[in-house]
């Protein structure tokens, strides 16, 4: 999928007014029926079949909070085979409303999305949703991570979902996919691997009755069990093998650290191997989903350790005042529908003080605080554009494409990790 770039001096584009903010509308049975039969199509091949529990405790006319995890395009496709013809509205990002002279922004409108930037304080979305519940008396699908997995696991939920619960006051239900991250990794750069079924499973978690009688406390508790997916895990234990020679393409994205030498950015993924060029050590990916050193101790042959230990390496680092990341990148500028503007070059850092972005001659300079955000959006091949890490606020969004070695797993890691920690210094405990 692309989007509309133009190039722009960086004074028009910063002068540019930011969007306006227009209510939801309720998706018409044309569009649902439209955005069904397109499924159909999007799903051929993938020997798609899904699975409910408890749903039957749901009316059909009941508006409720729809949960799903987030892996690849596909969730849009299955979403709509499961819930059809429920009409509902869908949280997604707001470039994705770019492009076409403003009749992207229409499409989107009238298909039932509501744009929002990702990982940026917007209570207008609250709002919006409340309005989809009880005037336009929709549902509501959300994808609460708001940014694709890079291991194969949840990604940190936003904070304070229990409040969010109690107050929209409808039933949640957590739409669960299988195969989809495995078909289609996002460090993959879209390539599909086509022998890789999918499936998934649509739960009713709370009813509006449960949600009264649970704590606040209680409510995030249900929810992170219920995105306590590996699919890396689940891929071994379906003894799915996945035999493409290209499974390995780009795993350096997300495995960038050797475990063997500690080296940074000097591994490579390509074909079947991972491979460090700095103490030559090479690992397999094997068809299973899981690491194989070809020579010597395999450290961690589950892909979601290694990650794991990358974010520990991430925290020491943070710890004792070592982290720090700095590059050169291409930036570009989001305020409008009406296209992604680049905006020249630039130097972004990251450190203990979190983001600080200079550039464009001099013109630009924007400053993040730790405690802005739980998450970064970053993510791979963006728009079928480069890799990026995407900062800002509610009057632009800062995308980034840092040039040199693949650094956007371990910023996004720094990020999470910083935030948890800022928080807990001004005596205030993230959820986990």
């Given at each position: 999928?692309?989007?509309?770039?133009?190039?722009?001096?960086?004074?028009?584009?910063?002068?540019?007014?930011?969007?306006?903010?227009?209510?939801?509308?309720?998706?018409?049975?044309?569009?649902?029926?439209?955005?069904?039969?397109?499924?159909?199509?999007?799903?051929?091949?993938?020997?798609?079949?899904?699975?409910?529990?408890?749903?039957?405790?749901?009316?059909?006319?009941?508006?409720?909070?729809?949960?799903?995890?987030?892996?690849?395009?596909?969730?849009?496709?299955?979403?709509?085979?499961?819930?059809?013809?429920?009409?509902?509205?869908?949280?997604?990002?707001?470039?994705?409303?770019?492009?076409?002279?403003?009749?992207?922004?229409?499409?989107?409108?009238?298909?039932?999305?509501?744009?929002?930037?990702?990982?940026?304080?917007?209570?207008?979305?609250?709002?919006?949703?409340?309005?989809?519940?009880k005037t336009l008396k929709t549902s509501v699908l959300m994808y609460p991570e708001a940014s694709y997995s890079f291991d194969g696991t949840c990604t940190p939920l936003p904070r304070k979902m229990g409040v969010l619960l109690k107050k929209f006051d409808v039933p949640v239900v957590m739409i669960?996919?299988?195969?989809?991250?495995?078909?289609?990794?996002?460090?993959?750069?879209?390539?599909?691997?086509?022998?890789?079924?999918?499936?998934?499973?649509?739960?009713?978690?709370?009813?509006?009755?449960?949600?009264?009688?649970?704590?606040?406390?209680?409510?995030?508790?249900?929810?992170?069990?219920?995105?306590?997916?590996?699919?890396?895990?689940?891929?071994?234990?379906?003894?799915?093998?996945?035999?493409?020679?290209?499974?390995?393409?780009?795993?350096?994205?997300?495995?960038?650290?050797?475990?063997?030498?500690?080296?940074?950015?000097?591994?490579?993924?390509?074909?079947?191997?991972?491979?460090?060029?700095?103490?030559?050590?090479?690992?397999?990916?094997?068809?299973?989903?899981?690491?194989?050193?070809?020579?010597?101790?395999?450290?961690?042959?589950?892909?979601?350790?290694?990650?794991?230990?990358?974010?520990?390496?991430?925290?020491?680092?943070?710890?004792?005042?070592?982290?720090?990341?700095?590059?050169?990148?291409?930036?570009?500028?989001?305020?409008?529908?009406?296209?992604?503007?680049?905006?020249?070059?630039?130097?972004?850092?990251?450190?203990?003080?979190?983001?600080?972005?200079?550039?464009?001659?001099?013109?630009?300079?924007?400053?993040?605080?730790?405690?802005?955000?739980?998450?970064?959006?970053?993510?791979?091949?963006?728009?079928?554009?480069?890799?990026?890490?995407?900062?800002?606020?509610?009057?632009?969004?800062y995308y980034c494409f840092p040039k040199g070695q693949p650094i956007v797993a371990k910023t996004r890691l720094a990020a999470e990790e910083l935030y948890k920690m800022t928080k807990r210094r001004q005596g205030r405990q993230p959820m986990a």
């Amino acid at each position: 999928m692309k989007t509309t770039v133009k190039s722009l001096d960086y004074r028009d584009a910063a002068a540019i007014a930011p969007y306006p903010h227009k209510m939801p509308r309720k998706p018409l049975l044309f569009w649902r029926s439209l955005i069904r039969g397109l499924s159909v199509f999007g799903l051929a091949g993938t020997n798609f079949h899904f699975e409910t529990q408890r749903m039957e405790l749901l009316h059909k006319n009941e508006p409720c909070l729809i949960l799903m995890n987030h892996f690849c395009f596909l969730d849009l496709q299955i979403a709509s085979r499961i819930l059809y013809p429920r009409p509902y509205n869908i949280i997604c990002t707001c470039d994705g409303f770019v492009g076409l002279g403003g009749l992207m922004e229409w499409l989107m409108r009238s298909i039932g999305c509501v744009p929002t930037r990702k990982f940026v304080t917007d209570f207008s979305l609250v709002q919006d949703m409340e309005y989809c519940f009880k005037t336009l008396k929709t549902s509501v699908l959300m994808y609460p991570e708001a940014s694709y997995s890079f291991d194969g696991t949840c990604t940190p939920l936003p904070r304070k979902m229990g409040v969010l619960l109690k107050k929209f006051d409808v039933p949640v239900v957590m739409i669960e996919t299988f195969g989809a991250f495995s078909r289609n990794p996002l460090y993959n750069e879209l390539k599909v691997r086509k022998s890789v079924p999918v499936s998934a499973k649509a739960t009713l978690l709370y009813t509006r009755q449960e949600l009264h009688e649970k704590t606040v406390k209680e409510l995030p508790d249900g929810l992170d069990a219920a995105f306590s997916f590996d699919h890396f895990r689940w891929q071994r234990e379906q003894g799915l093998e996945i035999n493409e020679d290209f499974r390995a393409d780009g795993l350096h994205r997300i495995l960038y650290k050797c475990p063997h030498c500690g080296a940074e950015g000097k591994l490579e993924g390509k074909g079947i191997t991972l491979t460090c060029h700095s103490c030559g050590k090479v690992w397999e990916l094997t068809p299973l989903g899981q690491m194989r050193a070809l020579e010597g101790q395999t450290e961690y042959p589950h892909i979601p350790d290694w990650y794991a230990w990358e974010r520990q390496e991430v925290h020491r680092e943070l710890e004792n005042g070592t982290y720090r990341m700095e590059t050169d990148v291409d930036i570009a500028i989001m305020a409008d529908f009406s296209a992604i503007y680049r905006v020249g070059e630039g130097h972004l850092t990251h450190d203990l003080a979190g983001f600080h972005l200079t550039g464009c001659e001099g013109q630009l300079e924007y400053a993040q605080k730790p405690q802005t955000c739980y998450g970064l959006y970053a993510e791979y091949y963006w728009y079928e554009i480069a890799d990026t890490i995407c900062i800002g606020d509610n009057q632009r969004l800062y995308y980034c494409f840092p040039k040199g070695q693949p650094i956007v797993a371990k910023t996004r890691l720094a990020a999470e990790e910083l935030y948890k920690m800022t928080k807990r210094r001004q005596g205030r405990q993230p959820m986990a």
